[in-house]
């Protein structure tokens, strides 16, 4: 049974910083794209940051360009999402998301194409 879980949600200020974890489990290929993606709610769910399954490759959208960062450790199945200089904008339910793919890129604009999803993390950010 696979498993996505993430962490590391929380309540901060505008301009501080947080770092999203997701672990994935009992999806033993390596090989698999992640991505993060983040809902308000009466919004619909985009896409935010993902990675290749290397890791050689990341793509962002463009709000979060400059001041998030993803990253993977395969050898621990996780994959981060730092975020820095928040904004009461980012404030958000974060959903971590995955699907095996041996692609050198990633793609957040097809949704569809990632079927393992978490529960996901609040981040909330005051002005």
């Known amino acids: 049974q696979v498993e996505v879980r993430e962490s590391g949600g929380g309540v901060v200020q505008a301009g501080e910083s947080l770092r999203l974890s997701c672990t994935v489990s009992?999806?033993?290929?390596?090989?698999?794209?992640m991505a993060w993606f983040r809902q308000v709610p009466g919004k619909e769910r985009e896409g935010v940051s993902c990675?290749?399954?290397?890791?050689?490759?990341?793509y962002y959208t463009e709000s979060v360009k400059g001041r998030f960062a993803i990253s993977r450790d395969n050898a621990i199945n996780t994959m981060y999402l730092q975020m820095s200089s928040l904004k009461p904008e980012d404030t958000a339910m974060y959903y971590c998301?995955?699907?095996?793919?041996?692609?050198?890129?990633?793609?957040?604009?097809?949704?569809?194409?990632?079927?393992?999803w978490g529960q996901g993390t609040q981040v909330t950010v005051s002005s």
């Open positions: 998301a995955t699907f095996i793919s041996g692609d050198y890129t990633c793609s957040i604009d097809r949704e569809n194409q990632y079927n393992f």
């Open positions: 009992g999806l033993s290929s390596v090989t698999k794209t």
């Open positions: 990675i290749s399954w290397s890791g050689a490759y990341a």
